[in-house]
């Protein structure tokens, strides 16, 4: 039944779609036919969009610009941007005094800049050259 429908449309005006619905739900590769995809791209001159751009036309169908995004005129709350913000932060830091004791603990390397009012790129050079920080605090992960 799905197949019928996406023929009765012109193929040349759906994008992301094949001319036959089926399932490739369940399916697993082969470890043959892995080997192969990886051996097909390999070389990454032989991917089939290296060197070339999405059209225009292509690149309208993909976006969602405006009243179609459904983000349109909304912000997160504030609990949400925390929520994100905790679920992207890759490296927490923690700030160690001399004797090698915690005292704080931070998010990532922004919420310690902001602390002491640096930039955060400062804060990544402490990290690796595990130098003394305002001479008595150091920056670890």
Known sequence: METEVINSFPFEDLYNFKKEANSMLGYKH??????????????????PIYGKNHTFEAIKLISKPGLLNPMFNKKHKIESRQKISIALSKTPLGLYDIENNLEKSFKNQVELAAEFSIFKGTIGRYIKSGKLFLGKYYIRK
């Open 30 to 47: 082969t470890a043959d036919a892995i080997a192969k995809m990886k051996l097909r791209l390999a070389d990454k001159s032989n991917h």
